[in-house]
């Protein structure tokens, strides 16, 4: 298993690898996108669906970058994985880096803390929607998406979220099963 | 009136300055919104005209920090202000440079070409939305926004888009008044 230290190098150094836009710009631009979203379905539980879809969409796409441009090996078991989404991934596409927790009692489950989510900067929840609007939804999305990818179910939470007060935002990852220990056939 | 090179050596300070995320998790955002907006009006005039008025609200937000990181004094004139627009704005925002063309004969028009526009990547339009949908109009709605919060009435069109065979993005920027010379009074 890789130390914290070289995957946070090779997190770093992915991300210096990639193509950058500012913080604040993506931060408004997916603002404005939740905005839209709530004035379509006026329905917080509903914004949260659309955005985990969404999310699921672009995790499908960002794992090919993840895996051309990490230069991350395979994984040896689920903790390894979520501390390589914590340290490569989130640093890699979100500028960012979370902190791995996990019980040894419950191998398939582990929480990463993000101190800093960018998605956050400027937002403020009205007070109807604070505890039913997942404004994050969309990084559940991204995860459960680009981890199909190679093969792994997962289910993912927002298990705290500075909107409504905590410190940090947590997200709890649950394996619920690996697909396929085989790479997938060529679709040609 | 700064030089070009001294311009750019102000943009890729600026750009150093600013938070990151990945280019490529922007561009599929905003891909999702786009999107959605599609889904939504089902008219693609229409999702111009929502994606320049999302642009607008997020350049009245962008000039500040623009103003705040960028370092750059006061514009002579709409030349210069296109010139900060086109080395430094878009630099800063998102990470690409353009380049300024203009005629001595309109001192009020302007032309900013976008040789990479990271809006664009992995988009392909259905033929149905070609010429139709401004794509790109979110870049709009932002100029105009920013514009109008340092006193400058400009209108904004992208006259060339890949997406419909052109070589480059480019953007058309007609003064159409200097609103007030003075600094706005303080909103206490």
Redo the contacts between chains.
């Keep these: 298993m890789s130390s914290k230290a070289s995957l946070q190098r090779t997190g770093d150094s992915a ?1 210096k690898r ?9 931060t ?3 603002g ?2 939740v905005l ?2 709530i004035e ?1 379905f006026e329905d917080y539980a509903e914004v949260n669906n ?1 955005l985990e879809r ?1 999310g699921n ?2 995790g499908q ?2 794992i090919e ?1 993840f895996l051309a441009k990490s230069r991350v090996s395979k994984c040896g078991d689920f903790a390894e994985t979520c501390e390589v989404i914590a340290l490569v991934g989130f640093r ?4 960012v880096t979370g902190t791995v927790s996990q019980s040894a009692k419950e191998p398939h489950v582990c929480h990463i803390t993000l101190a800093s989510n ?1 998605l956050l900067d ?1 937002v403020e929840l009205p007070d109807e929607a604070k505890g039913v609007l997942q404004y994050s939804n ?1 990084l559940v999305g991204v995860l459960k998406g680009a981890l199909e990818m190679v093969q792994m179910r997962v289910d993912v939470e927002v298990v705290h979220d500075p909107l409504v007060g905590d410190e940090a935002t947590e997200l709890k990852l649950t394996l619920l099963e690996i697909i396929n220990d085989e790479p997938p056939p060529d679709d040609e």
């Excluded at 890699?92 to 500028?95: E, S, T, W, Y």
């Design positions: 991300f990639m193509d950058h836009v500012s913080s604040e710009l993506f408004l631009t997916y404005s996108l839209q979203l379509d659309q969404m969409n672009i796409r960002l970058e890699m596409f979100l500028g960018p400027f969309i």
